[in-house]
């Protein structure tokens, strides 16, 4: 199963909704996804306490990540990087397993022009750290608030295009680093 990874806590996030479309077009492919949101992370992941013993409420975040075929990351950019949250998450993540050998995939989106280059780059610097499988095509989406329609989607199907070479890319990419993810 690939996790589309929504990489923010902020509520109504632009990030969640191109995690949405990225599902739909794995939908389209029959690719088994889920979309796990750091929105919805339980409260009592952020005590200090928690990087010594991790809430049980934190159990089905770790395991949706140790269970995945492959990791889509869409990423925002805060202030130039990775969004906090974002990076405390993996922080709270078994060490080495969770990304050992495990497929990445990034998209990154933002308000400027570079479309969360930056934190797209910290990331992979992370991830191989982490001896993960980084698949090389990324997609940036530059100005993501003049990007979206009244409904929350893309508006530039050259876009949307390049999202679903993407994902196709990569679950093809994942099935060859061990588990396919099997079509439904």
């Given at each position: 199963?690939?996790?589309?990874?929504?990489?923010?806590?902020?509520?109504?996030?632009?990030?969640r909704r191109?995690?949405?479309q990225?599902?739909?077009?794995?939908?389209?492919?029959?690719?088994?996804?889920q979309i796990?949101?750091?929105?919805?992370?339980?409260?009592?992941?952020?005590?200090?306490?928690?990087?010594?013993?991790?809430p049980?409420?934190f159990a089905?975040?770790?395991d949706?990540?140790?269970?995945?075929?492959?990791?889509?990351?869409?990423?925002?950019?805060?202030?130039?990087?990775?969004?906090?949250?974002l990076?405390?998450?993996?922080?709270?993540l078994?060490?080495?397993?969770?990304?050992?050998?495990?497929?990445v995939c990034?998209?990154?989106?933002?308000?400027?022009?570079?479309?969360?280059l930056?934190?797209?780059?910290?990331?992979?610097?992370?991830?191989?750290?982490?001896?993960?499988?980084?698949?090389?095509?990324?997609?940036?989406i530059?100005?993501?608030?003049?990007?979206?329609?009244?409904?929350?989607?893309?508006?530039?199907?050259?876009?949307?295009?390049r999202?679903?070479?993407?994902?196709?890319?990569?679950?093809?990419?994942?099935?060859?680093f061990?588990?396919?993810?099997?079509?439904?």
């Amino acid at each position: 199963m690939i996790v589309i990874l929504s990489g923010t806590n902020r509520p109504d996030s632009n990030t969640r909704r191109i995690s949405g479309q990225i599902a739909g077009l794995y939908r389209e492919l029959k690719v088994p996804h889920q979309i796990l949101d750091l929105a919805t992370l339980p409260q009592e992941v952020f005590l200090p306490s928690s990087y010594a013993a991790k809430p049980a409420s934190f159990a089905p975040f770790a395991d949706a990540v140790l269970s995945a075929t492959g990791l889509h990351v869409v990423t925002p950019e805060y202030n130039g990087g990775v969004p906090g949250v974002l990076k405390y998450f993996i922080d709270l993540l078994k060490f080495p397993e969770s990304f050992e050998r495990k497929p990445v995939c990034f998209t990154g989106i933002a308000a400027g022009m570079w479309g969360a280059l930056r934190p797209v780059e910290q990331l992979q610097a992370i991830f191989g750290y982490r001896n993960a499988h980084l698949y090389p095509e990324r997609v940036f989406i530059p100005g993501i608030g003049h990007q979206l329609d009244d409904a929350g989607l893309l508006k530039d199907a050259e876009l949307v295009g390049r999202l679903r070479r993407q994902a196709e890319g990569f679950a093809a990419f994942a099935g060859k680093f061990g588990a396919s993810p099997a079509r439904s």
